[in-house]
């Protein structure tokens, strides 16, 4: 009630942007302490329509807060939860105080209060937010337990509580977590056990520098990256057998991967050995008894293998005899000298065989003594099995030989990370890069292994010279990564905002050329391949640039993975075409993408940039009404190219961008029409 009086009382509150997103907004620049944003207001104004510093909408409600390293102080809002559409909230890295507000948006998907000087405990509210998938809050002052509050939680992707002053032991219900892959609680004062962790599907556990007790349950060592130190886990002996019923089994606790006892478990100084010394006697015994009982069966055994080898050689030889197909004396004698060098043929044939079938079925699961430390220790995989049937499928990976190749998913060897999952450069044992990108959304969390090798197999089909091509993929543990070649020049989002030495390679001619070439790529989508298929993540970010400068446009086929929720993010990017906020995505509606790309290689502006004046953030409402004034035209071309193009290119070009980002989808041209065009103009250039 105090909410609704107070959106009443409100002055000039009621512009494009929603009341109540206009009253939650104005209580967050009041509860910050009056920062320096452009546009910001302590009463009223209309953060939509005005373009707020860091403000995303689509259409009258507030959808995104991003103010990260803004240098923001005073504290958060209580009133949080007045946000009607809100699903991001980022004010990391900021100096931000006081503690986590109860009342929070229901819609957030993405929270992130990371490096900031929050106090008190995480709030029970938590559970609340069914839709949330990613929460940092780590490097925080914050204390207490964690909340019991997780059950909701299902969607939840990434959890980040480090580097914080909390306590207790992990609540029951974070078994709940049924889409967790990343949870980092290092560097905290957590106790008890691990086994609500052991069951959940991560591939990114830290868990240093704590206070966690007990044994490491075993599934948890078969994590791709586990990081466990600084942890007083149980290493203590556990009892012998009694004397008179000596048993085979381990005498001790398997030690987990980080833990060095402080003291030699064998030695006779040990505290942890109470017995006397007739019965350290007994025992010592006891094992010499053991030992030789054990050593014996071995030698029968290898006994059994040999005669069973040299029987199956004899009739290997008697069988090839009889069947008439060794013919030759001479090759016969050869055959016999050379140790039976032909009978290798038909046995590696069969068991190249079985390898192809077993190739098709899941790898079985890590052992636990494949872990050493904090990585796995694996045999390296040279290069990836291909199906027998189609050879064109792409090879197989493993869980273990992803993580060797990347170096355990190291930062190093991060490249990006977008709403697909996280990509890192690899370096296979031949030298060769590759780029592998990890999916996590929670979309993937629900498909079956069958749904996902479609989605291989579908991807896979898709064959352009401007296409990232995919080299393999892996399916194992839960997880679902694909492998792709590797672009030595980043992206083109890069190279024109980021990167100077690419930035000056690209004349007038090479950004006509790159724009030939990804409306080639979107070509053949349309228009080509079978099936035919909308991108619908059209963006510079997923142009990448190979060692000559070519493009191979990214995420191609992945579009079934794309959360309905993204449209609208896609919109607010500046690359999503009106249509978008019906819900309707056609193949015009990568038309028009491809437009805003076309408008970063004429301008060098992002298709979204904050940094400018009101009117000048969206590129397409900027621009599109200079399109037609050669003199406005020529003043909005990206000041590196030095003047250094024809009039009548660019007026050429000007008029293809038009025509890609008309506001009706039936006015935009197909792909194959805009193809044409564009290489019209590359031989003009000429």
């Known amino acids: 009630m105090m909410g609704l009086l107070a959106i009443l009382a409100t002055p000039n509150c009621f512009g494009n942007t929603d009341p109540r997103d206009i009253f939650a907004i104005n209580s967050l620049y009041a509860a910050l302490g009056f920062p320096p944003l452009p546009g910001w207001l302590l009463s009223g104004g209309d953060p939509c329509s005005e373009g707020w510093q860091g403000v995303q909408c689509v259409n009258s409600n507030i959808t995104g807060i991003v103010l990260n390293d803004a240098n923001l102080g005073g504290e958060l809002s209580e009133n949080l939860g007045a946000f009607v559409s809100i699903i991001q909230i980022d004010l990391s890295n900021n100096h ?9 948006p229901l819609t957030l998907k993405t929270f992130f209060l990371s490096g900031n000087q929050l106090t008190g405990s995480i709030p029970d509210s938590l559970s609340m937010l069914g839709q949330l998938t990613d929460l940092s809050l780590n490097n925080n002052h914050l204390s207490g337990i964690i909340p019991d509050s997780f059950q909701q939680l299902t969607a939840l992707v990434n959890l980040d509580l480090s580097a914080n002053n909390i306590s207790g032991p992990l609540p029951p219900s974070m078994t709940n977590l049924l889409s967790i892959s ?32 007990g044994p490491i349950p075993p599934k948890l060592l078969s994590i791709p990256n586990f990081r466990s130190k600084g942890n007083p886990f149980n290493t203590t002996i556990i009892p012998l057998p009694p004397v008179s019923s000596p048993s085979p089994s381990s005498t001790f ?10 003291n030699q478990a064998l030695g006779p100084s040990s505290p942890v050995l109470s017995h006397s010394s007739n019965e350290h006697n007994s025992i010592w015994h006891n094992k010499v008894v053991w030992v030789a009982i054990g050593g014996f069966l071995v030698l029968i055994l290898l006994a059994l293998g040999l005669c069973v080898r040299m029987s199956r050689r004899r009739k290997e030889k008697s069988s090839i005899k009889v069947s008439g197909h060794v013919k030759n004396p001479m090759l016969n004698k050869e055959n016999e000298a050379s140790n039976g060098r032909n009978d290798l043929l038909p046995r590696f044939n069969s068991k190249q065989e079985k390898l192809v079938t077993v190739s098709k079925r899941p790898t079985p699961p890590l052992p636990p003594q494949s872990l050493v430390g904090e990585r796995v220790v694996v045999k390296p995989v040279a290069i990836p099995t291909t199906t027998a049937k189609n050879a064109n499928f792409p090879g197989v990976f493993s869980i273990a030989s992803l993580q060797q190749y990347t170096n355990s998913f190291s930062q190093e060897n991060l ?9 890192y450069r690899a370096r296979l044992p031949n030298g060769k890069l590759l780029a592998v990108k990890k999916l996590e959304n929670a979309t993937l969390k629900q498909w079956s292994d069958e749904d996902f090798m479609g989605l291989v197999s579908n991807v896979s089909k898709l064959r352009n010279e401007n296409i990232v091509r995919v080299e393999g993929y892996c399916s194992e543990h839960g997880q679902r990564l694909f492998v792709y070649e590797h672009c030595k020049n980043g992206t083109l989002h890069e190279a024109l905002h980021f990167d100077d030495e690419i930035h000056e390679k690209l004349s007038w001619n090479a950004r006509v050329r790159l ?16 099936p035919l298929v909308v991108h619908q993540n059209f963006k510079s970010t997923n142009i990448l640039l190979d060692d000559e400068l070519n493009v191979r446009v990214s995420d191609c086929g992945l579009a079934p993975l794309i959360p309905s929720s993204y449209v609208s993010q896609l919109q607010g990017l500046g690359y999503g075409a009106p249509e978008l906020e019906s819900g309707s995505y056609t193949y015009q509606s990568d038309v028009y993408s491809f437009g805003v790309v076309m408008l970063e290689l004429l301008t060098g502006r992002k298709a979204l940039d904050r940094s400018r004046s009101r009117g000048e953030q969206f590129l397409v409402r900027w621009a599109v009404p200079r399109l037609h004034d050669i003199e406005a035209l020529s003043r909005m071309v990206d000041p590196s190219l030095d003047a250094a193009y024809s009039s009548k290119s660019l007026s050429r070009f000007a008029d293809i961008i038009s025509l890609c980002v008309q506001a009706e989808p039936e006015f935009r041209p197909p792909m194959s029409e805009i193809v044409q065009n564009l290489m019209h103009m590359s031989k003009i250039n000429e």
């Open 253 to 262: 606790e398997t030690q987990p991967p980080d833990i060095q006892p402080d």
């Open 182 to 213: 990343t949870l980092h609680l290092e560097d905290n004062h957590l106790i008890g056990l691990l086994t609500v962790l052991q069951d959940l599907p991560l591939i990114d556990l830290d868990i240093k520098n704590n206070l966690f007790s």
């Open 515 to 530: 724009a030939l070439q990804a409306a080639k790529a979107l070509e053949y989508l349309h228009e080509v391949c079978k």
């Open 415 to 423: 490249i990006g990370r977008g709403i697909l999952g996280t990509v």
């Open 96 to 104: 931000i105080g006081g503690g986590i507000p109860a009342d929070l």
